[in-house]
């Protein structure tokens, strides 16, 4: 993919708009899936993914190619999240009455409450988490990025970049603890 980036950039840069457009549609989906990760909120996710777009429309010539462009453009993404969660996010979890797949009682539907109340209360845990390690925690479990990615996206040592990931794991653990002994 990295090989294709570069074309697409390369020819952005030479006046074709339809190969940001191409850009675009190919990340869309992963910018947007890993603001709302961060963020937690559809609304923040969207406004972020636009952001994200934009300063890498204004910057692509900047790009120096050292790094994929997924490892510039989620350092982008992160970035504007941990700026939006450090000036305070809003939060929309939905309760199980917005959620009308349960509300339905019928066989297995107990089930499905169960796992999104594990769920919910998974996504709570990790809101509580300190950024850098929200941050740790979503590329390196959501986005499969070693942590030598990570520590670039991040701007920071590997070894840090692994520690935030560690403590990370280890708050959630201790938080969803009580759900570990239900199962």
């Known amino acids: 993919m990295r090989e294709a980036d570069f074309e697409l950039i390369d020819r952005f840069l030479q006046g074709d708009g339809t190969a940001f457009d191409e850009l675009v549609r190919r990340r869309q989906r992963e910018v947007y899936n890993l603001a709302?990760?961060?963020t937690r909120?559809?609304?923040?996710?969207?406004?972020i993914a636009q952001e994200a777009f934009l300063q890498v429309y204004r910057n692509l010539s900047r790009f120096d190619r050292r790094s994929s462009l997924?490892?510039?453009?989620?350092?982008?993404v992160v970035n504007l999240c941990l700026n939006h969660?450090?000036?305070g996010s809003r939060s929309l979890h939905a309760s199980v009455d917005q959620h009308p797949?349960?509300?339905?009682?019928s066989e297995g539907s107990l089930a499905r409450l169960e796992e999104r109340e594990r769920a919910d209360a998974l996504a709570r845990a990790i809101e509580?988490?300190?950024?850098?390690?929200?941050?740790s925690l979503t590329l390196r479990v959501h986005q499969h990025l070693?942590?030598?990615?990570?520590?670039?996206?991040?701007?920071?040592?590997?070894?840090?970049?692994?520690?935030?990931?560690?403590?990370?794991v280890q708050a959630l653990r201790r938080k969803l603890a009580h759900w570990r002994e239900d199962a």
């Open 128 to 135: 509580t988490l300190p950024p850098q390690q929200r941050a």
């Open 85 to 87: 969660l450090s000036r």
């Open 70 to 76: 997924s490892t510039w453009l989620y350092r982008i």
């Open 36 to 38: 709302y990760r961060m």
């Open 146 to 168: 070693a942590h030598r990615e990570i520590a670039e996206i991040l701007g920071v040592s590997e070894a840090t970049a692994k520690v935030h990931y560690f403590h990370a």
């Open 41 to 47: 909120n559809a609304e923040d996710a969207r406004d």
């Open 101 to 105: 797949d349960l509300a339905d009682l």
